[in-house]
């Protein structure tokens, strides 16, 4: 038997990374150590005490808060998913959809692109500077003249490693009459966040993640720091008990191991240094980054070649070649002193 599916599924593509058996994986933009022994010792305890036979709380009362605690915001302007996408997902079917658009600047991040997409949201697009920057009054004419029901901005933007300046967000909110996102999936590696920003009376919000600098990917956790009437909307669409009780408890207790977060972030920024540096000393265009990976482009090799080459020698990086505006490029996440070792030595070859 054979079901139809929607005809619009045919001219989308799934979010896909190449996954293959290597031995330093710097692809996905993970982060290079997990949590201290500490915080693992502590979510066990944790669960010896959780009511599997109960439904968790359906509003993440405890999570809210300690996260509005940790952005000195109030808990009714935090929303929380599993994982930074689920928040996305819900921001797009609360204000997108049908008859509604979304404006991004390419090259960013492709979900923004890809789940407005799956909501039936229109998605409008804008090309960066040669150099992946944002010039102010461009954003602003572009927003005034889209008149987008979401302004999707990333910062640090995913795959440049760039932030925006915060006169763009000023532009960008200054033009638009819907909601300007800000992506902040790597904002603690940043020098500046738009959390300060949020508040009841304007339009911004603010997407973040414990995947990257909180070492949590694994579990699936993301918020949202919004105007309170942008969470309740998205808490009318978000499917009821998303969040099971050990995420909950394993998002309370990270914030117990904040010292532990920063000195990571501090490490990875230091190891980011390093990476930089030897990239400006070989054949490659690189630009600066403020986030955990750093994006190249080798001048004389192809990047599909160089990507090949690395692979050959057990080390995955992400291949970008593909993506709007990044013909040739190569993303590479930060991971451990040896493993940047390992990439840094292995490139030297791949580019001969």
Not at 113 to 142: M, S, W
Request: net charge negative; hydrophobic share 45%.
């Amino acid at each position: 038997m054979t079901i139809d599916r929607r005809p619009d599924l045919s001219r989308m593509k799934g979010y896909h990374s190449a996954q293959v058996e290597v031995d330093v994986r710097l692809n996905t933009n993970e982060s290079p150590e997990p949590p201290p022994p500490e915080f693992g010792a502590a979510l066990a305890r944790a669960v010896t005490e959780i009511d599997f036979n109960r439904y968790p709380d359906r509003s993440a009362t405890a999570l809210r808060a300690a996260i509005a605690a940790d952005h000195n915001v109030r808990p009714d302007q935090v929303f929380v998913g599993n994982g930074s996408n689920e928040v996305l997902q819900c921001l797009l079917l609360a204000f997108g959809g049908p008859g509604r658009s979304v404006l991004v600047f390419e090259p960013t991040y492709a979900l923004h692109t890809h789940i407005p997409e799956i909501t039936g949201t229109k998605v409008l697009t804008e090309t960066r500077n040669e150099d992946f920057t944002l010039d102010p009054a461009t954003v602003g004419a572009a927003v005034a003249a889209a008149d987008p029901t979401i302004v999707f901005l990333c910062s640090p933007n995913n795959p440049t490693g760039l932030i925006e300046d915060p006169a763009v967000l000023d532009a960008a909110a200054a033009a638009s009459q819907g909601l300007v996102v800000v992506d902040e999936a790597y904002g603690q590696f940043s020098s500046w966040s738009a959390v300060d920003r949020v508040n009841d009376d304007d339009r911004i919000v603010v997407v973040r993640t414990f995947s990257k600098t909180w070492a949590m990917a694994g579990l699936r956790l993301g918020y949202a720091i919004a105007p309170s009437s942008v969470v309740e909307a998205m808490d009318a669409v978000v499917l009821p008990y998303h969040l099971d009780v050990v995420k909950q408890a394993a998002g309370v207790l990270a914030f117990d191991f904040r010292g532990a977060m920063e000195a990571r972030v501090a490490r990875i920024c230091e190891q980011r240094g390093r990476i930089m540096a030897a990239l400006t000393d070989l054949d490659v265009d690189v630009w600066p980054s403020q986030a955990n990976f750093v994006l190249f482009r080798p001048r004389r090799v192809a990047g599909d070649v160089v990507w090949q080459r690395l692979v050959d020698n057990s080390i995955l990086v992400r291949n970008c070649s593909s993506w709007p505006g990044l013909d040739g490029c190569l993303r590479v996440t930060v991971g451990t002193a040896e493993e940047n070792g390992r990439f840094i030595d292995a490139l030297k070859g791949a580019l001969a």
